[in-house]
């Protein structure tokens, strides 16, 4: 049995994960922003055969009550082996070229409240001396395109944080996984045109739950993302402000 | 809204209408504001035009497809709309827990289930899906939301049981799942030639088995009937099964053509018939309910133009000649049917008002689509299903008649009360035009 704490429990990603979770038995705390959508996804879970340690309802941005909720979930878990950190929001990239304060507004939901979180949670764990820290960032944190890159930058700002904090973790036995999911069918992209690059966060989530258990440091999902991405960050600046993508 | 191409049903084409969709994720979301009329989606394992909705709007349920709760003294389970059987029972099966009733695919929701209100093998003994409803809640187009069961806002519960998916979305349902020892099934098979002596089979198996149910080859019926092969069967006790392997081939793409011309099976269905195999034996569940699960997209088989699935009930009494002469015309109008079923139905009164499942006897068939000469004999089926007293079910048909609904439907009358106004099927606007020509038209 581990002890997972999932934050963003309600994201279509994490819940597909956590589900995987459930199926061992694992013992789960989770943390989202809705209170009647938290309570769907652990009365699903603990159908699974998940036990629910616990639930509690946080708005990411109230950073000043992060510290009481790691520290109950700690509590309530009996210490912490996994935490999955997969909340965030899909930026209105139009809306925010034309709104400065919208795309602050989106850097904290999806960078600074991340960040202010992995701060006291890996101090938690850095103290327990062992676990593993997973964190969804995206394949989109790879390059700044103009079609995305206020998520893009919030989401780089996540990664580069990630691996600095593996480099001081793995001292203390703490493992960090980033996660790097390409275009996942999620309620959070429904306005999209789905084609071929397209995953179902039920694919998604297997290979998030395999790598957190194997000790993974830096994942794409699906793989072939990787080297989608390695294309797109080998182009030339010179040939790449030019395109649109 | 989302885009729709793949919204499809599993015997025909895409719709002939574009169709919008939106995707429900959680029970307190709404309908959208206007964007109607709208149709509720489940898995899409219906046959013909139920499923769909040209011009309006499909509001896909499989989002909703978390469990909610779980009695494991008195097995009932309670979950959202779109969980399929499937996960149902992966979930429980290792508990020792099965589903009451359950249709030839694990691939179907829920909602679908109760909206077709279907059947299985067992409807002599256990009646059909809705008879193992206790509750549900249906959410309208205005907003509101309904608590239904036999007590609470029984109308509704009628209505929506084999409603078609009309009367509005069900969120949840609570089903009532039945003990098992082990996911093994002990089967019997044994061989008729004659309609008579499938009848008298499933009059002597009637107490002694749970399961019963025939395949017929319909190219070749031989003197006086029907060849085929009669199964019958029970939950095994204390016997372990060998689950089959998950990963199985499929087809990725959609053939232009019908890879099943009619020698192939005019010799599939010889071979199913004449096929040594043992007549006792013991067996995984997922062969014996869901055969055809083991091919997925094998509907894809039938090419680019799609398929007729053809399934009616004819009333006890009317049965040996009806079906009798059905099988006759299939067999010479040779238009070929892969597997064809036979099953004789309980006496138990349907649990909803249009529900297709009653007492009789029930036949079905799949035709690769051909044109006229296939809707031709269609039409001749029906015209004998209606004389003699019986129904076309509505999640496999893709061309009846307003008039042949309506004889075998009389609640439909009654029902279009309680059908949400905002709600419409391609297959409700056909049956219902009131104007027998239009299928004709259509077609
Ligand atoms: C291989 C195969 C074998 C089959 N064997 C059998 C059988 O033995 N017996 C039998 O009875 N049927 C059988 N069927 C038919 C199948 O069981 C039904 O068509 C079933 O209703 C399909 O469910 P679905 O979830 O795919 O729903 P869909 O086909 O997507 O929709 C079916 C109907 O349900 C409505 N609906 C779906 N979800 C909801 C909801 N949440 N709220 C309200 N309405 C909803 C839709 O509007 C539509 O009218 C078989 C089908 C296949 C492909």
Redesign the pocket.
């Known amino acids: 049995m581990r002890r997972v704490l999932i934050i963003g429990a309600t994201s279509a990603i994490a819940e597909a994960t956590a589900r995987l979770f459930a199926d061992d038995g694992d013992r789960l705390f989770l943390v989202a922003r809705r209170k009647a959508r938290l309570q769907a996804a652990a009365d699903d879970l603990a159908v699974r055969g998940a036990e629910i340690a616990g639930c509690e309802v946080l708005d990411v941005n109230e950073l000043d009550r992060h510290r009481a909720v790691l520290e109950q979930a700690e509590h309530a878990l009996g210490g912490i082996d996994v935490a999955l950190v997969a909340h965030g929001t899909l930026p209105d990239q139009q809306l925010c070229q034309a709104s400065a304060r919208l795309t602050v507004q989106e850097i904290q939901t999806n960078a600074v409240s991340t960040v202010a979180l992995l701060t006291r949670l890996s101090e938690l764990m850095e103290r327990k001396g062992a676990g593993r820290i997973a964190v969804v960032t995206s394949v989109a944190a790879d390059r700044g395109r103009q079609s995305n890159y206020v998520y893009g930058a919030a989401k780089a700002a996540v990664d580069t944080f990630l691996e600095g904090l593996r480099q001081r973790l793995y001292k203390a036995g703490v493992g960090v996984t980033t996660i790097r999911p390409g275009f996942v069918d999620t309620p959070m992209t429904a306005g999209f045109e789905k084609g071929l690059l397209w995953s179902q966060p039920e694919t998604v989530a297997k290979r998030i739950h395999h790598s957190i258990l194997n000790g993974k440091d830096v994942v794409y999902v699906p793989s072939f993302w990787r080297w989608i991405m390695l294309a797109i960050r080998l182009m030339p600046r010179r040939v790449f402000k030019a395109m649109k993508l | 809204m989302g885009r729709n191409s793949r919204y499809r ?2 015997a025909r084409p895409p719709a002939p209408g574009p169709q919008g969709a939106v995707r429900l994720h959680w029970r307190d979301e709404q309908l959208p504001e206007g964007g109607g009329p709208f ?9 013909g035009d ?2 769909l909705n040209s011009g309006g709007t499909l509001v896909d ?1 499989r989002g909703l497809d978390r469990f909610i709760s779980f009695d494991a003294e008195t097995g009932v389970l309670r979950c959202e ?2 969980v399929l059987l499937s996960d149902i029972l992966g979930r429980f099966v290792p508990e020792g827990w099965f589903l009451p009733v359950t ?3 694990q ?3 829920v ?6 209100d ?3 093998k067992n409807h002599h003994w256990a009646g059909s899906f809705g008879h193992h409803v206790r509750r549900f809640e249906l959410l309208r187009s205005d907003g509101s939301r309904l608590l239904c069961s036999p007590r609470e806002n029984a109308d509704w519960f009628g209505a ?1 049981i084999g409603g ?3 009367t ?4 949840w349902a609570e089903i009532a799942l039945k003990r098992i020892e082990g996911p093994a099934m002990e089967v019997e098979s044994l061989r008729f030639s004659r309609v008579e002596e499938f009848l008298e089979l499933s009059r002597a198996s009637h107490n002694a088995y749970e399961y019963t149910v025939a395949w017929i080859d319909s190219l070749t019926p031989g003197p006086g009937g029907a060849r085929g092969l009669f199964f019958r069967g029970n939950h095994a006790a204390g016997h372990h099964a060998a689950a089959p392997s998950r990963r199985k081939p499929g087809l990725p793409v959609t053939p232009p053509v019908s890879l099943l011309p009619r020698a192939a099976v005019g010799l599939f269905n010889t071979a199913v018939y004449r096929w040594p195999r043992r007549r006792h034996a013991v067996a995984h569940y997922e062969p014996f309910f869901y055969p ?2 083991a091919v997925p997209n094998w ?1 894809r088989l039938f090419g680019r133009k799609g398929f007729y699935q053809y399934q009616c009930v004819i009333p006890q009494d009317q049965a040996g000649a009806a079906i009798g002469e059905i099988i006759a015309r299939v067999a010479r109008a040779q238009e070929g049917s892969f597997l064809s079923v036979l099953k004789v139905f309980g006496n138990r009164k349907p649990p909803g008002w249009l529900s ?2 009653r007492p009789g006897t029930t036949l079905a068939f799949d035709f690769p689509d051909r044109g006229r000469s296939t809707l031709a004999l269609l039409d001749t089926l029906d015209e004998i299903t209606d004389e003699a007293g019986g129904a076309v ?1 509505p ?2 048909d893709a061309r009846m008649k307003a008039r042949i609904f309506e004889r075998g439907y009389p609640a439909l009358h009654r029902f279009e009360r309680y059908r949400d106004p905002a709600f419409m ?1 391609d297959f409700w606007r056909r049956v219902t035009s009131g104007d027998t020509q239009q299928g004709a038209a259509n077609a």
């Open positions: 049903s599993w149709l509720a989606y489940g898995n899409g394992r219906s046959y139920s499923c349920l709309a779109g249709p030839g695919t691939q179907v929701t909602g679908g289930a109760i909206a077709n279907v059947h299985g929506t078609l998916g009309l509005g979305v069900i969120l055809l699960d509907n297709f499942s079910y999640a496999k099927s």
